[in-house]
């Protein structure tokens, strides 16, 4: 069982962020901010990757190892960033696009929580977006 906040916005749609570690979030990196509209903070991520490419610091480090070291560090980095993170950024996210949290429900997965809040209000997810984190 999952802890789900579940998100309203002024038209009555319904969003549900999993409370917690995001895995996708991991996998993805900057393909999981841009799906999940954080724009900014996928950006960031392929600049940091660009400036740390070897052709941007390779005269800054001639050992291999070094340059090997500072990649394996900013992977570890970002991606425990995004999957402790991911879900508040989603989060804030949905607050700043006009949704607000209405609730804090117990699921086996955010598609149940949605499809229950829809039911009960008697109408269709018009954006048809689920966050599944």
Same mark, same amino acid.
């Given at each position: 069982m999952?802890?789900?906040k579940?998100f309203?916005?002024?038209?009555? $749609?319904?969003?549900?962020?999993?409370?917690?570690?995001?895995?996708p979030?991991?996998f &993805?990196?900057? &393909?999981?901010?841009?799906?999940?509209?954080?724009? %900014?903070?996928?950006? !960031?991520?392929?600049i940091?990757?660009?400036?740390?490419s070897?052709e941007?610091?390779?005269?800054f &480090?001639t050992?291999a190892?070094?340059?090997?070291?500072? $990649?394996?560090?900013?992977?570890?980095?970002? !991606?425990?960033?995004?999957?402790k993170?991911g879900?508040? &950024?989603?989060e804030?996210?949905?607050i700043?696009?006009?949704y /607000?949290?209405t609730?804090?429900?117990?699921a086996?997965?955010?598609?149940?929580?949605?499809? /229950? /809040? %829809?039911?009960?209000?008697?109408?269709?997810?018009?954006?048809?977006?689920?966050y599944? %984190?």
């Open positions: 999952k802890n789900i579940v309203k916005n002024e038209h009555g $749609d319904f969003k549900g962020v999993k409370i917690g570690w995001s895995w979030a991991i &993805f990196s900057f &393909f999981w901010c841009f799906y999940k509209k954080l724009f %900014l903070l996928g950006l !960031t991520i392929i940091f990757s660009i400036l740390l070897d941007v610091y390779y005269s &480090f050992n190892y070094v340059k090997l070291a500072i $990649d394996i560090i900013f992977l570890i980095f970002f !991606t425990v960033l995004l999957g993170y879900n508040r &950024f989603v804030r996210s949905l700043k696009r006009g /607000r949290e609730e804090v429900l117990i086996k997965s955010i598609e149940v929580v949605v499809r /229950r /809040r %829809l039911i009960m209000e008697g109408k269709k997810n018009n954006s048809n977006e689920i599944n %984190l």
